[in-house]
C-alpha cells in the first residue's frame, strides 16, 4: 500500500510536515486564513498518505506509533484507526464525487474483507468473537469501543455507496452487514454514545439489511438523547451537565445528518432549527487566531470543532453567512496544522499542538486523534457552493468586544477584538471525577474560566482559574454545581466546597455562591461562602501564565497559575 501520490504543487506552508503540499495562499477570496478548498483537499490528502504506511498487511487495522495505549487494547486502537481514517477517506472521495486517483477506496475496501473474514452472514446474524486472527475486528458489545467506531465504519460506507459498497462482493457485504448488526443490540453508555447505533441503523436501513430492526435502533437512540436536551440549542452530553464540544460533533451531528442522509423531512426541521440555534452561540467560541476554546475533554480530536459550522451550510440550518462559515472552519484546521499538530511523519499526535497528555483522557489511543475528519464534512459541499465561492467574513470576535449570556449551559462569553481572544465564565457545566479518584474534579469542566489561550492544569496539579476552602495544603473541590442565572455581563452560580482530606466539622456544610461581572477585557469575580467553620482560609486562582521552565510543553496550559 502506498497511499496517495505527492500533489503536484511544492509550497509548503510554514509549521506543517512535510505530507502537506498546498497550493498558493487566495488573499482575495480568503484575506483571514488565505485558505481555499483546494487546501482542505490537500490536508485530507497528507492526512491519509502519512497513515498509509501503518496498516496491516490486509488493510484492517491501522496500529499507529505511540507509547500510550487506550485502555480498550491495542486490537481495538488498530479498528480505530481503521474507522477514523476510512471516515476522513470517505468525505474526500465523496466530496469529489466518486473521483478517487489515489485508489482510497481500494485501499479500504481490503480492510472491510479482511477484517470481517471470519464473521457470519447478515442472515444468520452470528459474529465471530473477534481476535482470531492477527487482523480479525473485535465484535461489537455493550460499552465496548468497537461501537464508537462502527459508527465511522457505517458513515463512510453511506457516504460512498456508489463507489464501495455496491461494488463489493456479495460475501464482504454480508460479513461487513454481519458485524454492523450487532451495534443495533449493544448497549451505549448513556452519553452521545447512544447515536453511535443511529449511524449504523441509517445506513443498514438504507442498504435493505434488517431495515425494520435498522429503524428501530435509529429511533431508539433519538428518542434516548431527547431528555439530554436543555433548550437555546444544547445538550448535556448524558445525565447531568456536562457541556462541551460533544455537543457539536455527536450530539448535533448525527441527528442532523442522519436527517439529511435519510431525506427526513420532519427530522431535518426539528435537529436543523436546534443546529441553527446553536451556532448562533458556537461561533462565539473561536479565537481571532482560529483557536477553538479550550474546554471540555477529547479536545485532541482538534479541528473536528468546525463540523457543526460545516454541517449547518451542508443542512441549510445555519445563521452564518457562507464567508463567516468558511472563515471559522479554515482558521481551526490552519490552527493547529501550522502549530505543529502532527508529527515529522504527517502523522495527527496525542495532544493539542503537538503531544500533550494534559489534554487526554483513559479511552485515548494513537488513533483517537482522527476523529479530526469529521471537521472535513465541508468537502461534501460541491466546488461550486457559496460556502467555498463566498469572500471570507471576519469570525465574531474580530468585528467588536461582546459579552454573550449562554443560557443552556450557564455560561457568559466575554470576546475583545483587540486582542482576538475568548473567555468562557463557567457557571453550570460540571462532569464526573477522573476513574477511580473521587478525589480530584475534572479541570476541563470544573473552573470558572476557560479561554482560547490557555487550558487547565491537568489532573493532580493545583487548580488554576478556581476558588475553594484551603486546607491540609489542598484546596477544596467544586462540586454539585447549581446554576443561578446569566445575563448581560454578569453569570452566577453555587456550588458545595467538597474538603478533601479532611473530616469537616460537625454540621459543617460548606456552600459558595459565586457572581462574575465583565465589562471588555475586565473581569471581577466575587464569591460568598456560607457553612465553614471559623478562621477557614480561602484562594482564589486566576488565568494561567507562561512558565519558562516547561518550554518544550505542546499544549496552550505550560503554565503556572496566577492567585
Keep these: 500500500m502506498t497511499g496517495l501520490a505527492p500533489r503536484p504543487t511544492p509550497r509548503l506552508t510554514p509549521g506543517l510536515a512535510p505530507h502537506f503540499a498546498l497550493p498558493p495562499e487566495d488573499r482575495d477570496l480568503s484575506p483571514r486564513t488565505g485558505w481555499t478548498r483546494a487546501h482542505w483537499e490537500a490536508a485530507a490528502d497528507g492526512l491519509l498518505a502519512a497513515v498509509a504506511p501503518y496498516a496491516t498487511p490486509g488493510g484492517a487495522l491501522y496500529p499507529l506509533p505511540g507509547d500510550r495505549p487506550s485502555w480498550s487494547g491495542p486490537r481495538s486502537d488498530g479498528l480505530e484507526g481503521y474507522a477514523r481514517t476510512f471516515l476522513l477517506a470517505a468525505l474526500r472521495v465523496a466530496g469529489a464525487r466518486g473521483a478517487d486517483p489515489g485508489g482510497l477506496l481500494e485501499r479500504y475496501a481490503d480492510g472491510l474483507a479482511t477484517g470481517t473474514a471470519r464473521s457470519g452472514t447478515a442472515r444468520s446474524g452470528t459474529a465471530h468473537p473477534g481476535g482470531d486472527r492477527p ?140 443546529l441553527a440555534t446553536h451556532l448562533v452561540d458556537y461561533a462565539h467560541l473561536f479565537g481571532a487566531d482560529g483557536a477553538p476554546l479550550h474546554q471540555g475533554r477529547s479536545l485532541t480530536y482538534r479541528f473536528a470543532a468546525a463540523a457543526p459550522l460545516w454541517l449547518g451550510a451542508l443542512t441549510g440550518h445555519t445563521p452564518l453567512d457562507p464567508g463567516t462559515t468558511r472563515r471559522l472552519a479554515s482558521g481551526a484546521l490552519r490552527h493547529f496544522l501550522d502549530r505543529g499538530a502532527t508529527t515529522d511523519r504527517g502523522l495527527l499526535s496525542l495532544g493539542w499542538y503537538g503531544p500533550y497528555d494534559g489534554v487526554l483522557q483513559p479511552y485515548s489511543g494513537p488513533a483517537s486523534p482522527y476523529w479530526a475528519a469529521k471537521g472535513f464534512l465541508g468537502l461534501l459541499l460541491p466546488a461550486d457552493h457559496e460556502v467555498w465561492t463566498a469572500r471570507e467574513e471576519p469570525g465574531p470576535v474580530e468585528r467588536a468586544d461582546a459579552t454573550r449570556a449562554v443560557p443552556g449551559p450557564n455560561w457568559l462569553l466575554q470576546s475583545t477584538a483587540g486582542d482576538g481572544l475568548v473567555r468562557l465564565h463557567n457557571h453550570g457545566s460540571e462532569h464526573l471525577p477522573p476513574p477511580g479518584d473521587p478525589d480530584q474534579d475534572d479541570p476541563h469542566y470544573a473552573r470558572f474560566a476557560y479561554s482560547t489561550v490557555t487550558g487547565p492544569f491537568p489532573y493532580g496539579v493545583a487548580p488554576d482559574n478556581h476558588f475553594g476552602l484551603v486546607h491540609g495544603g489542598r484546596i477544596s ?71 519558562p521552565r516547561r518550554r518544550r510543553a505542546r499544549g496552550p496550559n505550560c503554565c503556572r497559575s496566577t492567585a
Design 477 to 547: 473541590l467544586r462540586t454539585a454545581l447549581e446554576p443561578l442565572g446569566a445575563g448581560e455581563g454578569w453569570a452566577a452560580s453555587r456550588h458545595r466546597a467538597r474538603l478533601v482530606g479532611e473530616e469537616p466539622e460537625e454540621g459543617e456544610e460548606v456552600r459558595v455562591t459565586s457572581l462574575v461581572l465583565v465589562r471588555g477585557a475586565v473581569e471581577v469575580r466575587v464569591h460568598l461562602v456560607t457553612g465553614a467553620a471559623p478562621g477557614r482560609a480561602v484562594r482564589q486562582t486566576g488565568w494561567a501564565v507562561p512558565d
Design 135 to 274: 487482523e480479525d475486528w473485535p465484535r461489537i458489545t455493550d460499552r465496548g469501543q468497537p461501537l464508537v467506531e462502527s459508527a465511522s465504519i457505517a458513515l463512510g460506507l453511506r457516504l460512498t455507496r456508489p463507489w464501495l459498497w455496491d461494488r463489493l462482493d456479495d460475501g464482504v457485504r454480508e460479513r461487513v452487514a454481519a458485524w454492523l448488526l450487532d451495534a443495533l443490540t449493544a448497549e451505549p453508555v448513556p452519553s452521545n454514545w447512544e447515536l453511535f447505533p443511529v449511524a449504523v441503523g441509517g445506513f443498514l436501513a438504507e442498504a435493505g439489511i434488517e431495515p425494520e430492526a435498522a429503524r428501530a435502533a435509529v429511533a431508539r437512540g433519538l428518542e434516548r438523547i431527547e431528555p439530554w436536551y436543555t433548550g437555546d440549542g444544547w445538550y448535556s452530553d448524558g445525565a447531568g451537565r456536562a457541556f462541551d464540544y460533544y455537543n457539536g460533533w455527536a450530539l448535533h451531528l448525527y441527528p442532523a445528518l442522519e436527517a439529511w442522509l435519510s431525506q427526513d423531512g420532519e427530522r431535518l426541521t426539528r435537529y436543523g432549527r436546534r
